[in-house]
């Protein structure tokens, strides 16, 4: 069974706003990433989130970490078209270094 | 272009014949993984090598499947007598790794395997 997941399932929002994904998974964990995919570029990571780390911001990425919830949120800023795509999390956790991952949210950027 | 390559980038073949796809991964990367994707799923682990040495398998490996990496370098995924419920996407994905588990990895385009 896949370790994330992710809400909402599917995010219909207009070029300029903001977009919001949450992902709660199951146990502990090392570090979270984030990555995008899209038929165009195939898989893409985003940003990782150590365990200790509670913000990270990249560009107009902001990653949050709530260990005590088990659960992430990837805000994008901002959104453009290029950013349609689904973006999954996975997660590493201490006892191996496997990505474990949700099963994604697909988002979509109305012009 | 020095990402990570595979081929085919899609595959059609009969019911109960073998494939074989190829993963070329970034030259100085020394993990190599293989996952499976499924329309509307996140990518499924296979199994992963760390140079030429294959050090986790997933149970959803079965015996039909078989994975390589001779040399440390490239590394080969087999499905044998293929099955439909075997179509997917199949992903390799690599990443240098020196003991530390901060793990990203830089993914190929996949191989489309479709089983009629």
């Known amino acids: 069974s896949q370790q994330g997941e992710e809400d909402p399932q599917a995010l219909s929002i207009q070029e300029g706003e903001n977009a919001t994904m949450n992902c709660s998974y199951k146990t502990s964990i090392n570090n979270l990433q984030w990555y995008r995919q899209n038929s165009g570029r195939g898989l893409v990571h985003l940003i990782l989130i150590r365990s200790n780390e509670r913000e990270k911001h990249s560009g107009r990425l902001r990653v949050t970490l709530d260990t005590s919830k088990k659960s992430s949120s990837l805000l994008i800023t901002a959104s453009r078209a290029a950013d349609t795509a689904s973006y999954f999390c996975?997660?590493?956790?201490?006892?191996?270094?496997?990505?474990?991952w949700g099963a994604g949210t697909k988002l979509i950027i109305k012009p | 272009d020095t990402g990570v390559s595979q081929d085919p980038r899609h595959k059609i073949t009969k019911r109960g014949q073998n494939v074989t796809f190829r993963c070329d991964p970034i030259s100085e990367h020394n993990r190599l993984y293989w996952y499976r994707q499924t329309l509307g799923q996140g990518p499924e682990f296979l199994t992963y090598?760390?140079?030429?040495?294959?050090?986790?398998k997933s149970r959803l490996l079965s015996d039909r499947f078989s994975a390589e990496r001779p040399k440390g370098s490239f590394s080969t995924l087999e499905i044998q007598r293929t099955e439909q419920g075997d179509s997917a996407m199949y992903l390799c994905a690599s990443s240098l790794n020196r003991g530390l588990p901060y793990n990203e990895q830089f993914f190929g385009p996949g191989t489309r395997l479709t089983v009629l």
């Open positions: 090598f760390q140079n030429e040495a294959q050090l986790e």
């Open positions: 996975a997660t590493v956790m201490d006892s191996n270094y496997q990505l474990i």
